[in-house]
Antibody, heavy 121, light 111 residues
Framework: EVQLVESGGNLVQPGRSLRLSCAAS????????MHWVRQAPGKGLEWVSG????????GYADSVKGRFTISRDNAKNSLYLQMNSLRAEDMALYYC??????????????WGQGTLVTVSS | QSVLTQPPSASGTPGQRVTISCSGS????????VNWYQQLPGTAPKLLIY???QRPSGVPDRFSGSKSGTSASLAISGLQSEDEADYYC????????????FGGGTKLTVL
């Protein structure tokens, strides 16, 4: 059974940094692309970033480009999101999602339960 | 404002058939497949339809998807109370080095 467990969400002041992690199990992690998708309170889904199976292809939403960095450690079956210069509009529930193939353009077929990032002074 | 356009709400009575539309452009739906996600209240999204009309194992055949040009639709037949949820369409967009885009979501109410 695929399991994705996010962690690292917290209350942080605007302008500060936070690192999210996603621990994956139940599948061969290095065969699949992975993504971060967020959902602001009461709002819809927004894709944040994606990374291919070998980290050779990485993409970001315009809203986070230059501030967020996605990475993965296939030896540790883990996905990360380094978030710098956080803004109030970054406040959301951040989901880790697995793609159904190794490239970032394949759809997400499994999701974690999310980790909450609150940005407030 | 979302790149893909969905109606904010839809409703139906038990047993009815409802459809939810999703409109995009040539760079997303027009050139890539559409996927649908169901988000039950307080839970993470779940893949409902992928590649326009394919159901993952475990998804009832009451759910079906279609695509034509730059639009797509999700149909739910034999509506049940447990179908009350938010539904999102998503597609890969080829512009700007490629990225994923979502619809704004449709809240389905079972009356």
């Amino acid at each position: 059974e695929v399991q994705l467990v996010e962690s690292g969400g917290n209350l942080v002041q605007p302008g500060r940094s936070l690192r999210l992690s996603c621990a994956a199990s139940g599948f061969t992690f290095d065969d699949y692309a992975m993504h971060w998708v967020r959902q602001a309170p009461g709002k819809g889904l927004e894709w944040v970033s994606g990374i291919s199976w070998n980290s050779g292809n990485i993409g970001y939403a315009d809203s986070v480009k230059g501030r967020f960095t996605i990475s993965r450690d296939n030896a540790k079956n883990s996905l990360y999101l380094q978030m710098n210069s956080l803004r109030a509009e970054d406040m959301a529930l951040y989901y880790c999602a697995k793609a159904n193939r190794g490239s970032t353009w394949y759809p997400f077929d499994s999701w974690g339960q999310g980790t909450l990032v609150t940005v407030s002074s | 404002q979302s790149v893909l356009t969905q109606p904010p709400s839809a409703s139906g009575t038990p047993g009815q058939r409802v459809t939810i539309s999703c409109s995009g452009s040539s760079s997303n739906i027009g050139s890539n497949t559409v996927n649908w996600y169901q988000q039950l209240p307080g839970t993470a999204p779940k893949l409902l339809i992928y590649s326009n009309n394919q159901r993952p194992s475990g998804v009832p055949d009451r759910f079906s998807g279609s695509k034509s040009g730059t639009s797509a639709s999700l149909a739910i037949s034999g509506l049940q109370s447990e179908d009350e949820a938010d539904y999102y369409c998503a597609a890969w967009d080829d512009s700007l080095n490629g990225h994923w885009v979502f619809g704004g979501g449709t809240k389905l109410t079972v009356l």
